[in-house]
């Protein structure tokens, strides 16, 4: 089972929700096109504070490492300093899932690995 499948991703997103940070998160996987066969596992952070796209994925196919991509942002944001403080705490969710994703990716190629004999 590829372990950036849709099916799978969603799961961990669900799980993720079930812990403090992820019940604040309104994370989702993307409908991408599979690439060479392989979902990319692309996961949208809407940012409520901010113009911004942010988007989390693994660095590369195979990999466990996921990164948090900002997106260049086509305007300027003014925002009070309550705001400031809500997008910070929007970025330490956006931080936890990613650490999260890839504490998942990580414990599933382990298990891959013993089913697999190696």
């Known amino acids: 089972m590829p372990f950036r499948s849709r099916e799978v991703l969603?799961?961990?997103l669900e799980?993720?929700?079930t812990t403090a940070a992820g019940g604040e998160c309104a994370a989702y996987v993307a409908d991408q096109e599979p690439i060479d066969g392989l979902d990319s596992g692309l996961v949208i952070f809407p940012l409520a504070n901010a113009t911004t796209s942010v988007y989390l994925q693994p660095i590369a196919a195979g990999a466990p490492d996921w990164r948090v991509t900002f997106e260049a942002q086509p305007e300027v944001t003014e925002l009070?300093?309550?705001?400031v403080h809500d997008l910070c705490r929007e970025l330490a969710n956006a931080a936890d899932l990613c650490a999260f994703l890839q504490r998942k990716s990580l414990a599933h190629m382990a298990e891959r690995a013993v089913v697999d004999g190696g």
């Open 15 to 17: 799980e993720y929700a």
């Open 10 to 12: 969603d799961a961990w």
């Open 80 to 83: 009070s300093p309550e705001s």
